[in-house]
């Protein structure tokens, strides 16, 4: 039997599929269709499995990643907002135009806060109030809420979120709100199954998002298991942006799950090949067509973070607090610039070289994709200054490299062009992972860089300069690396309860409750624990794992030292424990690296060109399968494999190590 990863790129979609019996991987790549994702989906499983000669009936799972839960709120082509309604408690129906003081342009007096996702006239006001303490004060007027879906449903309402206050603590006016709407409406969100947790404003948001996310989520997964059919045997997973896999009921419940899909895999698979390789501290950088994402992984867990921004601003990797729509749900901890393969060169106004944020993405791409390209991008760089070859993809997609060359020649000498562009994306790409290290109190030197994405490989040995980090992997498959990640993963299901109380050994009863619950539900589960805990009197938290049973001494100290590292200081105060998280994890059977059991000592380079780093150099290419642990060069030197090209300048030294993966030291 084979397992399918399908991830669903900006560029690119990638398919890996695992033979269960022997563990040979095979890959296929073809062009993303951005209009039409679950066509590219498809068609390009059935010519993987075609290709490979598999039958549907030989095929055990399929987990798919995907972006169009973002590109939603990003407002893609062919991707219209549906139209939502909220109800929300008497006084509360602007709460989320309200939302924070946040600026994030301090003194542009022209700002304009993110355009509600919900405009005025659809946002409904219903009487009834619960306490912060949980008791009710004035009953929900379940014929109120009646009469208000009536009207939002000759509005012509698709989906409805309902938030009502202090809903967190006791959700009865929830639960029977969404029994009434449920006659009315196919897709009804309540926050206290979305967010769960204190502040209105941002249990509100995430409760908008999901409900504005059902039609969309659910009509392209119903499309797709329509399409899989077919594969009557197969399981269909989806990745979650926690790092695990959801099923797709879980998926269109609470669609806001998915809008860090792709990405989330690839930190994934570099804390399983982490966990493999013994290496505790990893940078995870993936660098595809479209944008460049970093994460950490310590101890073998990628780092989290319990809020998210989604379609807001971005200044160099850094999310914009206020600029776009918050969600209270766990992330794996990324920062993304746009820096891709497919990212557009350009002169501004007053003549100074830019590179992005504007992508040529998959149609039509980069000039030498020869697809109607006219803009330079990263991609033509690397080809005029002949890092690329002149064909990819296995020579299945010839490069135009005359066409890369004359279209920087638009905007100057074309080498310097080149050089002075990749010098640009490279300083944006350092500081992403400045921002998931330096100022998480982290030392970016400390730490070994996986470097992975079709254009991950091309460009991390300029990244690792820039940061001063000595050694670089670059894994098996690195071109489709976060697809692999895919089949890495296990289940994953959350649950979170507001507590709202000192941090004592007490907790244990409260996270033995949640467990029990869990339990009914998945009960092959294991769980894993994380407290949102602050000093007391402070605004905001820190998520920190927890041991079982719990002891209330040792996540003092956990708290305390992730505090240090945050903020670089430590409070003679209580800790409080604001909400507590468990995670119910499935564990599944995963893919894992063979290792290679050859070692021939003859390598030769399958061909020599000229390829400009300092100077134009007479530069050996290798073919990755041609090499094997016993491999060993000074660069500068290139090597080439079916979805992605690794290049070493001069000043490393590469080597392959047992599971045939590259290592790159710097001298």
């Keep these: 039997m084979y397992s399918v990863a399908v991830d669903v790129g900006g560029t690119f979609t990638d398919f890996v599929i695992l033979n269960e019996e022997n563990g040979e991987i095979l890959t296929y790549k073809v062009l993303s269709t951005p209009k039409e994702p679950e066509r590219g989906f498809i068609e390009g499983l059935n010519k993987a499995l075609t290709k ?9 799972v399929i987990i798919h990643a995907t972006t169009i839960g973002t590109n939603l709120l990003l407002g ?3 991707l219209e907002i549906p139209k939502t309604a909220l109800f929300t408690t008497k006084g509360f129906r602007d709460i989320i135009e309200i939302g924070r003081q946040n600026r994030p342009r301090l003194y542009d007096i022209f700002f304009e806060k993110p355009k509600p996702l919900v405009p005025r006239d659809l946002r409904f006001e219903v009487s009834e109030r619960i306490d912060a303490w949980g008791k009710i004060i004035e009953d929900l007027n379940t014929d109120e809420v009646e009469k208000l879906a009536r009207e939002a449903k000759d509005k012509g309402v698709i989906s409805v979120a309902v938030a009502l206050l202090h809903s967190y603590i006791n959700p009865t006016h929830e639960l029977k709100a969404k029994e009434v709407l449920r006659k009315y409406f196919r897709y009804v969100s309540i926050s206290y199954e979305v967010a769960p947790e204190p502040r209105e404003y941002e249990r509100t948001s995430t409760t908008v998002i999901n409900a504005v996310e059902m039609p969309i989520v659910s009509k392209y997964i119903d499309t797709l298991k329509e399409w899989l059919s077919t594969y009557e045997k197969a399981n ?21 799950q998915l809008i860090e899909s792709g990405p989330a895999a690839g930190v994934v698979a570099s804390a399983e090949l982490a966990r493999v390789l013994g290496i505790d501290k990893v940078i995870s950088f993936d660098m595809g067509g479209t944008t460049a994402k970093a994460g950490t992984v310590i101890n073998y867990e990628p780092e989290i973070t319990t809020e998210y921004e989604v379609g807001g601003e971005v200044h160099h990797g850094r999310v914009i607090k206020g600029s776009g729509y918050p969600i209270r749900y766990p992330f794996i901890d990324l920062a ?3 820096a891709g393969g497919g990212t557009i060169i350009w002169r501004d106004e007053a003549g100074a070289l830019r590179v992005g944020p504007i992508s040529a993405g998959a149609d039509p791409g ?5 697809r109607g390209g006219k803009e330079p991008t990263l991609t ?5 200054l002949g890092r690329l070859g002149e064909y990819l993809l296995g ?7 005359d066409g890369a060359i004359k279209g920087l020649a638009k905007l100057g000498d074309p080498i310097d062009v080149a050089l002075n562009a990749i010098k640009l994306a490279t300083l944006e790409m350092a500081r992403a992972i400045r921002l998931v290290t330096i100022e998480r109190g982290l030392d970016p030197q400390e730490f070994t860089l996986f470097a992975f994405g079709g254009a991950g490989p091309q460009f991390v040995a300029g990244i690792a300069d820039e940061l001063g980090i000595r050694r670089v ?12 990640g895919l089949l890495m993963a296990d289940l994953k299901f959350e649950t979170r309860r507001t507590v709202l109380e000192p941090l004592t050994d007490k907790l244990e009863e409260r996270f033995e409750d949640v467990e029990n619950e869990l339990t009914r539900k998945f009960p092959n589960a294991y769980f894993v624990r994380y407290v949102d805990a602050r000093y007391a009197g402070q605004g905001w938290e820190l998520t920190v794992q927890v041991p079982k049973p719990l002891n209330a001494e040792t996540v003092r100290r956990a708290f305390e030292e992730k505090h240090l590292l945050a903020y670089g200081f430590k409070l003679d105060r209580p800790v409080e424990v604001v909400t507590i998280r468990v995670f119910a994890v499935i564990p599944r059977r995963k893919y894992k690296p063979n290792a290679i059991n050859r070692c021939s000592g003859n390598y030769k380079p399958k061909s020599y060109r000229r390829v400009f780093f300092d100077d134009w150099v007479e530069t050996p290419i290798y073919d990755r399968h041609d090499l094997d642990p016993c491999f060993k060069a000074e660069g500068p030197l290139i090597i080439e494999e079916y979805a992605s090209t690794t290049v070493v300048p001069p000043r490393w030294t590469i080597s392959m190590d047992k599971y045939g993966n590259l290592i790159l030291t710097r001298g």
């Design 236 to 256: 269909f997973y989806i990745m979650a942006s926690s790092g695990g896999l959801i099923n797709p009921e879980e998926a269109i419940t609470r669609p806001m």
């Design 380 to 384: 033509d760089a690397n080809t005029a």
């Design 473 to 484: 992997v670059v894994p098996v498959e690195p071109g489709l690396f976060s697809a692999l």
């Design 395 to 401: 020579g299945s997609m010839k490069l135009d490299i």
């Design 366 to 370: 980069p000039i030498c994709y020869g």
């Design 336 to 338: 993304e610039v746009s």
């Design 76 to 78: 893609q082509v062919n």
């Design 52 to 60: 490979f000669g598999i039958r549907p009936s030989d095929v055990s």
